[in-house]
């Protein structure tokens, strides 16, 4: 069993800066890969940005050049930093981890989701 928790939501104004933390615990053998979907309203769920064990990250177009992830393998932890940002950046945020369990097997676990709220 695993865990995902996030910290980190609140309210900022346009082209301030916030970062979303995540921290994953349980029975955890490897995670393979750690990252960030949101869903804002009346909108599906999707890809913000994503990384692998050796740092490499994906990110939506959306968010390029405004959003970093980065991640502490020893803590199990990832992070989002966000700047730059735009009301259509607000959203409940989840935190995603594929993860191969102490038990023969895996899976896919999400966090609580934070609310992201961009506002004047």
């Not at 082209?15 to 955890?28: F, P």
């Not at 199990?76 to 102490?102: F, H």
């Amino acid at each position: 069993q695993v865990h995902l928790v996030e910290s980190g939501g609140g309210l900022v104004q346009p082209g301030g800066s916030l970062r979303l933390s995540c921290a994953a615990s349980g029975s955890i053998f490897s995670i393979m890969s750690m990252g960030w979907y949101r869903q804002g309203p009346g909108k599906q769920r999707e890809l913000v940005a994503i990384t692998a064990r050796d740092g490499t990250a994906n990110y939506a177009d959306s968010v390029k050049g405004r959003f970093t992830i980065s991640r502490d393998n020893a803590k199990n932890t990832v992070y989002l930093q966000m700047d730059s940002l735009k009301p259509e950046d607000t959203a409940v945020y989840y935190c995603y981890a594929r993860v191969l369990t102490i038990v023969a097997g895996g899976g896919d676990y999400w966090g609580q989701g934070a609310q992201i709220t961009v506002s004047s």
